[in-house]
């Protein structure tokens, strides 16, 4: 059984950094895609970053380009995301995802991701 454990949330002030994790177990993820999403209150979930397990290459939302990092460990089976300069409007509920590589893989769609963790909250104070 696939689970996604996030932690690392909580309040910032603006301009601040979080680092946020997100421990997978329960297979392999070699071919596998984990994803960030973020969703604030009355918005649509929206993708801020993806990893690929195997090569590492990464995909980064227009929002978040520039401010934030994915990166993962392997042997720890975990994924982090790195956010700096943060702004009021990153405050949301950070979810991490994943999903099996395979195809043409949409990193922006959160259709294409199979699991998903309960989320972590990410308050930024102005």
């Known amino acids: 059984q696939v689970q996604l454990v996030e932690s690392g949330g909580g309040l910032v002030q603006a301009g601040g950094s979080l680092r946020l994790s997100c421990a997978a177990s329960g297979r392999s993820f070699s071919n596998y895609v984990m994803g960030w999403f973020r969703q604030a209150p009355g918005k649509e979930r929206e993708f801020v970053a993806s990893i690929r397990w195997s090569s590492g290459s990464t995909v980064y939302g227009d929002s978040v380009t520039g401010r934030c990092a994915i990166s993962r460990d392997n042997a720890k089976n975990t994924v982090y995301l790195q956010m700096n300069s943060l702004k009021s409007e990153d405050t949301a509920v950070y979810y991490c995802?994943?999903?099996?590589?395979?195809?043409?893989?949409?990193?922006?769609?959160?259709?294409?991701?199979?699991?998903w963790g309960q989320g972590t909250q990410v308050t930024v104070s102005s």
């Open positions: 995802a994943t999903g099996w590589l395979r195809g043409i893989y949409v990193d922006w769609s959160s259709s294409a991701y199979e699991y």
